[in-house]
């Protein structure tokens, strides 16, 4: 599934496009979701492109993330969903690495790790590796939200069940994988680089958006009542995470690294990761990418 919006550029949606068009393993279908008007140049190589692999779902009007997913997700024919940006890039093995873990059938959601690049995809500036194994999982999750959202593979099933995708802005996944654990199902990580995420500055602005402090109150909540937290613990959280946004730009992006940067631990995968960029894979061919045509 593949949102994307107008703020997207058009190479970036097509190299995040083509990128799953040329999986090892490719996907039976690939949904996008059009939130909203999105720039000529996406319509473009959208159009014709529809078919029996491909359906396009447009929104009149940007509804925001939590919208856009569950159309997504109303629309696919298949019960396990891959997540991806728009603006991302999959590394080219990632479906055939997650799909042994997935189709195990113990997971209702499956992520992995990432690197985070600026500007162009060679630039890597840190990798991103949450915990593993779903006990760390359950533990990490009282704390902060326990896979990357843009790795993830979900049973779409489970997701129903627990209620679907909620309304909390930058945090509707958080909520997701809460709600799961909460409701007794699992979830895994593994420790492959599976995606290349595009980190702009931007990404900084989100983090320090001054909409987020009611919507981590809502989320601190949604962990009391779900019996994740106790209630001093959801202050505490709530306190820190509000001081971390206050933080400088500098510090703040200092402390991120600290937090989230395990380069050590994943020194191979970023030396893989470097050599698909240097020799290429049909992912990043600037011919159109024709394999999902209907």
Not at 170 to 199: N, P
Request: glycine letters at 6%.
């Amino acid at each position: 599934m593949l949102p994307v919006y107008i703020g997207v550029e058009t190479d970036e949606f097509t190299r995040a496009f083509r990128s799953i068009a040329h999986q090892t393993a490719p996907p039976d279908e690939v949904v996008v979701v059009c939130d909203g008007p999105v720039r000529s140049g996406i319509d473009e190589f959208l159009s014709g492109r529809e078919g029996p692999r491909l359906t396009v779902v447009r929104l009149e009007e940007n509804r925001g993330a939590s919208y856009a997913i569950r159309a997504g997700i109303d629309a696919a024919r298949n019960r396990w969903i891959a997540r991806h940006d728009a603006d991302d890039i999959m590394m080219p093995d990632r479906l055939e690495k997650q799909w042994p873990v997935v189709e195990s059938g113990e997971y209702a959601a499956v992520g992995g790790a990432i690197c985070e690049f600026v500007d162009t995809p060679g630039n890597i500036v840190r990798v991103r590796r949450l915990p593993a194994e779903p006990e760390q999982i359950e533990k990490y999750v009282t704390i902060n939200s326990p896979l990357n959202n843009p790795t993830v593979i979900i049973d779409s099933d489970a997701a129903r069940a627990v209620g679907g995708i909620r309304d909390i802005l930058f945090m509707e996944d958080y909520d997701l994988w809460a709600r799961l654990i909460a409701a007794g199902y699992r979830l895994r990580s593994i420790d492959e680089v599976l995606t290349l995420q595009h980190a702009p500055e931007s990404m900084f602005d989100r983090r320090t958006d001054p909409r987020l402090a009611s919507a981590e109150k809502v989320m601190q909540k949604n962990l009391v009542e779900l019996g994740l937290v106790s209630r001093p613990r959801a202050v505490a959280n709530y306190a820190a995470r509000q001081l971390f946004r206050k933080l400088p730009r500098p510090l703040l992006k200092a402390v991120y690294a600290k937090l989230f940067d395990n380069p050590g631990a994943l020194d191979e995968p970023i030396s893989e990761v470097r050599r698909w960029l240097e020799t290429g894979w049909p992912g990043f061919s600037p011919e159109p990418a024709d394999s999902l045509r209907g």
